[in-house]
Antibody, heavy 118, light 107 residues
Framework: QVQLVESGGGLVEPGAPLRLSCEASGFTFSDYHMTWMRQAPGKGLEWLSYITARSSQTEYADSVQGRFTISRDDAKKSLYLQMNSLRVEDTAVYYC???????????WGRGTMVTVSS | EIVLSQSPATLSLSPGETATLSCRASQSVGTFLTWYQKRPGQAPRLLIFGASNRATGVPARFSGSGSGTDFTLTISSLEPEDFALYYCQQRRNWPLTFGGGTNVEIK
């Protein structure tokens, strides 16, 4: 069964770091580009970051550039999002997705909640 | 950054009716436009890619059209499970961007 499962969310204080993980199963993870997105409470979807297969290229939204780092470990079939200097406005459900580029994000995880609050 | 504007923000319809959702881009995205459905508590679902191509398993009542800056998602004969949020997203330029969404609600 093709699926993605996010983990690592939780409650953190402003300025703290947090690392999210996304474990893939049911497909050859190393062959695919991957993406992180989020949805803040009451808001729409926001694209955050992208990494190619083989990790040759990464891209970031301006809102997280310099604070968040995307990475992957193909041996562990896992995608990561290292989030530093977290802000209250980073509070959201974070989703990972398989990225088929022009063919869209076809597989999504169920999301992991990150709450940044003092 | 390419800004996507979706209208209307809310569409109130009855089951069996047709929903017409609009997505307008601040500059041309060609046909690099994708539509997603989002139900509360669920992960988003890919509906349409390349402006008009249905994703695997998406019912034929969902159709997309448009190119350049103006796009439409049409849902014919609404089923109960179609009442949800719908987002467009562009893949023409970095950063990737989503529209603000259209909420299709039961009238």
């Amino acid at each position: 069964q093709v699926q993605l499962v996010e983990s690592g969310g939780g409650l953190v204080e402003p300025g703290a770091p947090l690392r999210l993980s996304c474990e893939a199963s049911g497909f050859t993870f190393s062959d695919y580009h991957m993406t992180w997105m989020r949805q803040a409470p009451g808001k729409g979807l926001e694209w955050l970051s992208y990494i190619t297969a083989r990790s040759s290229q990464t891209e970031y939204a301006d809102s997280v550039q310099g604070r968040f780092t995307i990475s992957r470990d193909d041996a562990k079939k896992s995608l990561y999002l290292q989030m530093n200097s977290l802000r209250v406005e980073d509070t959201a459900v974070y989703y990972c997705a398989r990225d088929l580029m022009a063919r869209g994000f076809d597989i999504w995880g169920r999301g992991t909640m990150v709450t940044v609050s003092s | 950054e390419i800004v996507l504007s979706q209208s209307p923000a809310t569409l109130s319809l009855s089951p069996g009716e047709t929903a017409t959702l609009s997505c307008r881009a601040s500059q041309s995205v060609g046909t690099f436009l994708t539509w997603y459905q989002k139900r509360p508590g669920q992960a988003p679902r890919l509906l349409i890619f390349g402006a008009s191509n249905r994703a695997t398993g998406v019912p034929a009542r969902f159709s997309g059209s448009g190119s350049g800056t103006d796009f439409t998602l049409t849902i014919s004969s609404l089923e109960p499970e179609d009442f949800a949020l719908y987002y467009c997203q562009q893949r023409r330029n970095w950063p990737l961007t989503f529209g603000g969404g259209t909420n299709v609600e039961i009238k």
